[in-house]
């Protein structure tokens, strides 16, 4: 299958820093991306839909300006957690879209201290 | 919009047995359903997947059935091994868009 690359797999930063997750499709062309937010042993939560040239779609209640999107290339997609606070900690997981299926990464565990 | 439901939420099998997990979808323009494994800690897989064309697929030792009528589909798991033990997801998407996941189905092979 498809791979897509999610880095990084772990960072601990300070609560007010701000920290950049990025997501790369190594074998194929994605125009969309997708990133998720997971809580223990919960399902996947949608956080917002990364379109390659435009802006991102974002789910409701997710905070545009908190949470900041950038697909810049057709394989490389960002999600910036912006001045991050501690309830911010969580699992993060990228995916690309290639045809009808989605492929995952293998997710950045933040913990803000 | 789309909703997805999955039973059961914790299962545990014997080695050897067969799992079974079903989940079900209400919206009928869904035509693609795939199940995901996930294990601690890291992103989920793509494991196998159905279209609303096919009633049935097979891949070693998983299947998954798809009952376009009643919107449910079921992932099969034969001869389970303790490396299947994990949180498997299914989901369902009208043509690639809107993905909706299942909560959920953690499954225990116990040796």
């Known amino acids: 299958g498809a791979v897509v690359s999610q880095h990084p797999s772990w960072v601990i930063c300070k609560s007010g820093t701000s920290v950049k997750i990025e997501c790369r499709s190594l074998?194929?062309?994605?125009?969309?991306m997708f990133w998720y937010r997971q809580f223990p042993k919960q399902s996947l939560m949608l956080m917002a839909t990364?379109?390659?040239?435009?802006?991102?779609?974002?789910e409701q209640g997710v905070e545009k300006d908190k949470f900041l999107i950038n697909h810049a290339s057709l394989t490389l997609s960002t999600l910036t957690v912006t001045s991050a606070h501690p309830e911010d900690s969580s699992f993060y997981i990228c995916?690309?879209?290639?045809?009808?299926?989605?492929?995952f990464g293998a997710g950045t565990r933040l913990s803000v201290l | 919009g789309e909703n997805v439901e999955q039973h059961p939420s914790t299962l545990s099998v014997q080695e050897g047995d067969s799992a079974v997990i079903k989940c079900t979808y209400s919206?009928?323009?869904?035509?693609?359903f795939p199940w995901y494994k996930q294990e601690l800690g890291k992103g989920p897989q793509l494991i196998i997947d159905i279209r609303s064309n096919v009633g049935e697929k097979k891949d070693q030792r998983i299947a998954v059935t798809l009952n376009k009528t009643a919107k449910h589909f079921s992932l099969h798991i034969t001869e389970t091994q303790p490396e299947d033990s994990a949180v498997y997801f299914c989901?369902?998407?009208?043509?690639?868009?809107?993905?909706?996941f299942g909560p959920g189905t953690r499954l225990s092979v116990l040796p």
């Open positions: 074998d194929f062309q994605a125009t969309t």
């Open positions: 919206d009928s323009a869904s035509n693609y």
């Open positions: 989901a369902a998407s009208n043509y690639g868009q809107n993905f909706v």
């Open positions: 990364s379109n390659e040239g435009s802006k991102a779609t974002y």
């Open positions: 995916s690309a879209g290639t045809g009808n299926i989605q492929y």
